[in-house]
């Protein structure tokens, strides 16, 4: 008999990245749009307004709020850079504290399960890295709702979607699962409690 499923996103949940990942979101469009230094603090808003998401439906928000269209080409160009500069900041994101201690207590009564907005490649190596994809019997990086959307296909019992942000929330809410916020390593180490 299968498990139930907790399913964790990986940035702002696992790891503290969202001030790392702030400024090299803000660094990256600017230069693949060809913007001044002046709009760095509408692209930094527009970042933690969009959270979450997958990078392209980042881009495109961020794009429609400055009313500016984004060819192919400089999407691709975005996110090399995104990808370039969130490596190049890696150290400077570190895993909360609580993770592995949490990850392997539920990891004994639960199948548990990694996905993210983040491309699937970078995922899998940024978990692998940090040691943190053992813990995980999937890691799905890309789309989160699609990825909850193949577990409830396969007739998975999701008990939880634990995430940091209103994109998680809505993710959740919009495939009825409950959802846990994870404001720190606080709310993270409290987690234990919850799925007791």
Known sequence: MTKPVVVFDYDGTL?????AKQRSYARAVMEA???GEELRPVLEASYARTSGANRFVQLAETATELGVSVSDAQREDFSRRFSAYNAQSADAMPEFSSARRVLEALGTRYDLVLVSGLPQDALVADAKRRGLASHFVRIEGGDKGQAIDRLLAEGRQV????GDTPHDESVALKR??????VGGDGDLARLLEVLQ
């Not at 790891?15 to 001030?19: E, G, I, P, R, S």
């Not at 008990?159 to 634990?162: A, G, H, R, S």
């Not at 009825?176 to 916020?181: A, D, E, K, L, V």
């Open 33 to 35: 749009l060809g913007l």
């Open 159 to 162: 008990c939880m979607l634990v």
């Open 176 to 181: 009825g699962i409950p959802f846990y916020r």
């Open 15 to 19: 790891v503290d990245t969202f001030a």
